[in-house]
C-alpha cells in the first residue's frame, strides 16, 4: 500500500493538487461532511517504515469517519451468523454495519476520482452512489425475492424524495428562519423530469394489467406486461445514459455545487480538500474489500428480512420500503442534512434528487434486464398502491421545488407526506403473501 507521500506524487502527475481545476459533485460533498481529521501523530513514532505505512492506510481509511464507532457491527454480524445468534440479531447488525460500509465506499471512489479524471470519475460516482441497493437488489433476485427488490427499490425513491429532502429543507428552514434559501430550480427541473419519465414506465405495465382484465383491450401474449416492461428499462438506460452525457459533460455548470467554506467547524473535511489520502492500488484494494463485505451483509439482510418481518409483526413490505432505505441510506442523509443546515440547498438538492433519479433510472432498469438473463420474470409493475405513491410523491415534489427557494414549511409538508406513505404500509400486514400469490 502506497504512503501519502506517493499519493500525492501521483496526483502531481495528474495535475490534481490543490489549485488544479477538479469537480465535486453533491455526493462528494455529502460524503465529505462527515469526515474528520485524525490524530496521526503517533504514528511517527512507529520505528518500523513498513508498518508505519500500514497504520497509516488503516487511519486514513477507517477512522477519518464519523461513523466509524459504527463499524464493529461488521464484525458482529458475521460472527451472530456463525454463532447462531438469530436470524432478528443478524439482520439489525447487518443494517448497522452498512451504513459505515456505504459511506466508505462513497470516500474510496472519490479516492479513486483523483487518478482517473473528472469523466470516469463521475462514472464511478453513478455506479456506486447506491451499490448498496444495487447489490441488495441483485442477491434478492437470485434468491428469487421480487418483492423485496421492487419495495427497497421504491422505499429509497420515496426517502430520498420525502423524508432526506424534507428533513433538510425543514431544518435549513428553522435553523436560518430569517435568512434567504435559494437554489438552483434548473437541476430540480432535469431530475423532475427524468423521474416522471420514470414513474410512467412503471404505470405502463401497470395500466395494461387493468385494461386487459377489464376488456378494453385484448392482447397477443400474456407476457405482454413483462416484454413492455423490457422495452422500458432498456429506454430508461438509454435516458440515464443521455442524462449522465448532460451532466458530466455539455451542462455540467448545472449540477456544480457551490463552493462550501467552514470556519466553524475545523474537523470538517470541506470541499477544497483536494488532496489524495490514498495511492491508486490501495484504494482499488479497499474498494474491492468494501464493496465484498456490503455484499455479505446485504447477502445476511436478505436472507433474513423474513424472519424479522415475522418477530417485529411488520410486512415485508413495510420493512423493504421504510426501514432498509432509511437505515442503508443514513450516512448520504446526514450529509445532506448537515449541508441544509448550512444553507447549502443545491447541494442537498443534488443529493436527493441525484439519488432517486439514479435509483429509478439506473437501478431498476438494470434490475429487470438482469432478471431477464436470470429467466426471473421482473417487470415494472409495481402493484397500484406502490406507482400511486411513487408518482403523488414526484409530483409533490416537483410543485415543492418549483419556485426556487426554501423554508420550513416546505419540508415539514414532504415529511408529513412520507409519514402518511408509511403508515399506509405500516397497517398492511399480509402483503407478502399477496405479492407471492401475484408473482
Known amino acids: 500500500m502506497e504512503s501519502n507521500t506517493m499519493a500525492k506524487e501521483m496526483a502531481v502527475r495528474h495535475h490534481l493538487l490543490p489549485g488544479s481545476p477538479r469537480r465535486r459533485t453533491a455526493h462528494n460533498l455529502s460524503s465529505s461532511s462527515l469526515r474528520k481529521s485524525s490524530d496521526a501523530s503517533l504514528l511517527h513514532k512507529v520505528p518500523c517504515a513498513a508498518l508505519r505505512s500500514l497504520l497509516a492506510n488503516l487511519n486514513d481509511v477507517l477512522l477519518t469517519t464519523r461513523l466509524f464507532l459504527l463499524f464493529p457491527a461488521v464484525l458482529l454480524a458475521i460472527a451472530a451468523t456463525y454463532l447462531h445468534f438469530g436470524q432478528v440479531w443478524v439482520f439489525v447488525l447487518s443494517l448497522i454495519g452498512l451504513v459505515p460500509l456505504a459511506e466508505r465506499l462513497s470516500f474510496l471512489t472519490e479516492q479513486i476520482a483523483f487518478y482517473t479524471g473528472p469523466t470516469v470519475g463521475g462514472l464511478l460516482n453513478a455506479t456506486f452512489g447506491n451499490v448498496t441497493e444495487v447489490i441488495i437488489a441483485l442477491l434478492a433476485l437470485r434468491e428469487g425475492k421480487i418483492e423485496v427488490v421492487k419495495c427497497s427499490l421504491l422505499g429509497s425513491i420515496l426517502s430520498n424524495l420525502l423524508l432526506v429532502l424534507g428533513t433538510s429543507l425543514f431544518l435549513a428552514g428553522i435553523a436560518n428562519l430569517r435568512a434567504h434559501q435559494p437554489y438552483d430550480t434548473k437541476q430540480a427541473h432535469v431530475n423532475t423530469a427524468l423521474l416522471m419519465l420514470a414513474v410512467l414506465c412503471h404505470s405502463l405495465p401497470l395500466m395494461l394489467r387493468y385494461a386487459v382484465t377489464s376488456g378494453d383491450h385484448a392482447i397477443v401474449s400474456g407476457d405482454a406486461a413483462l416484454h413492455l416492461s423490457r422495452a422500458c428499462s432498456i429506454l430508461m438506460l438509454i435516458a440515464y445514459l443521455a442524462y449522465l452525457f448532460f451532466q458530466l459533460n455539455t451542462h455540467r455548470q448545472l449540477f456544480e455545487p457551490q463552493q462550501v467554506e467552514d470556519d466553524d467547524d475545523d474537523d470538517l473535511v470541506i470541499a477544497q480538500d483536494d488532496e489524495p489520502v ?10 474491492a474489500l468494501m464493496t465484498l463485505l456490503t455484499a455479505l451483509l446485504s447477502g445476511y439482510v436478505v436472507s433474513t428480512i423474513e424472519a424479522a418481518s415475522e418477530s417485529w409483526e411488520l410486512s415485508v413490505s413495510f420493512i423493504s420500503i421504510i426501514l432498509l432505505p432509511i437505515v442503508g441510506n443514513a450516512a448520504e442523509h446526514a450529509g445532506a442534512v448537515i449541508f441544509a443546515l448550512k444553507n447549502k440547498m443545491d447541494i442537498t438538492l443534488g443529493v436527493s434528487l441525484g ?4 435509483i429509478s433510472m439506473f437501478v431498476v432498469p438494470v434490475s429487470v434486464i438482469v432478471a431477464w438473463t436470470m429467466g ?64
Not at 278 to 284: C, R
Not at 355 to 358: G, I, L
Not at 407 to 435: M, T
Open 278 to 287: 490514498l495511492g491508486f492500488s490501495s484504494a482499488m484494494i479497499w474498494l
Open 355 to 358: 439519488s432517486a433519479t439514479q
Open 376 to 439: 426471473i420474470p421482473m417487470d415494472l409493475d409495481f402493484n397500484l398502491l406502490e406507482t400511486g405513491s411513487l408518482f403523488l410523491a414526484i409530483l409533490v415534489t416537483a410543485f415543492t421545488l418549483q419556485e426556487g427557494e426554501s423554508h420550513y414549511l416546505k419540508g415539514l409538508i414532504l415529511v408529513l407526506c412520507y409519514a402518511v406513505i408509511s403508515v399506509c404500509f405500516f397497517v398492511i400486514r399480509r402483503r407478502s403473501a399477496v405479492c407471492r400469490k401475484h408473482y
